[in-house]
């Protein structure tokens, strides 16, 4: 059961950092450059359908994937213990990253325009640099980088 909730977590990840990854690479350079705003609310509109289901599905297999490694909650953010302080990382990403997320979508992409792209940018960067931070310390698990 573990490999399946890892591999749940797994394509959650890629499908989650990689959108961004290509929001922030490709999609919004040309919407900065050309000063649009359309390229980019059409790839938000597209991409929230599979981007939002697995961000949800990383944080369910993520609470799985954490109780079966480390049972005791107590120890998700404890330095000392190695897995607690990868834990302890993780959800610091995750409580910078929602809020981010929440205000871009609630806030910024119904009212995006213009004006308030440098904003957007803003967002889209700090949410890729967070993505991408999961990514490195979900494979710190594995490698031990971060330990």
């Known amino acids: ?3 399946i909730l890892l591999l749940l977590h797994v394509l959650g990840a890629t499908v989650w950092t990689g959108g961004h990854l290509v929001l922030a690479l490709t999609i919004l350079p040309r919407a900065l450059m050309q000063r649009r705003v359309d390229e980019l609310l059409l790839y938000e509109r597209r991409y929230e359908r599979i981007g939002l289901p697995a961000l949800l599905l990383q944080l369910a297999t993520g609470v799985v994937l954490t109780h079966t490694m480390v049972p ?3 120890l998700w953010i404890d330095p000392a213990h190695p897995l607690g302080r990868l834990i302890g990382i993780k959800l610091l990403l995750l409580a910078l990253l929602l809020p981010v997320a929440a205000h871009a979508r609630l ?5 995006l325009c213009l004006a308030n ?8 960067l700090m949410v890729t640099l967070l993505s991408v931070g ?3 310390v979900g494979v710190s698990f594995r490698t031990g980088w971060l330990y």
């Open 1 to 3: 059961m573990t490999g």
């Open 72 to 74: 005791d909650p107590r």
């Open 107 to 111: 806030r910024l992409i119904p009212r």
């Open 117 to 124: 792209l440098p904003l957007m940018a803003t967002h889209i």
């Open 134 to 136: 999961f990514v490195v």
